[in-house]
Nanobody, 123 residues
């Protein structure tokens, strides 16, 4: 069982930056690829970024490439999402997720989810 708790969401102006954190309570953190998904009102939950257990593989949604960076600290059981040059369309609830597979993009391949943290980007 893996429990995930996100933090760091908030309100930011377009063009600004925000960092999200996800703390995992598990003894087997390195068994999992970690990812961030997001869900805007009235839309499906979508993949944003993922990182393999050793951080040697990362994957990003095209629209966030060059703006967002995913990272992890296995010693602290943490995963991070640094978001720069934020746009209003980045507004969503952001979720942390864990999968035993290698950086999948499909939400159904993730077994564990956090409760989400709201990110609002104003114009």
């Amino acid at each position: 069982q893996v429990q995930l708790v996100e933090s760091g969401g908030g309100l930011v102006q377009a063009g600004g930056s925000l960092g999200l954190s996800c703390a995992a309570s598990t003894r087997t953190f390195t068994h999992y690829s970690m990812a961030w998904f997001r869900q805007a009102p009235g839309k499906e939950r979508e993949f944003v970024a993922s990182v393999s257990w050793s951080a040697d593989i990362t994957d990003y949604l095209d629209s966030v490439k060059g703006r967002f960076t995913i990272s992890r600290d296995n010693a602290k059981n943490m995963v991070f999402l640094q978001m720069n040059s934020l746009k209003t369309e980045d507004t969503a609830v952001y979720y942390c997720a864990a999968s035993p597979l290698v950086v999948p993009r499909t939400r159904f391949q993730y077994d564990y989810w956090g409760q989400g943290t709201q990110v609002t980007v104003s114009s």
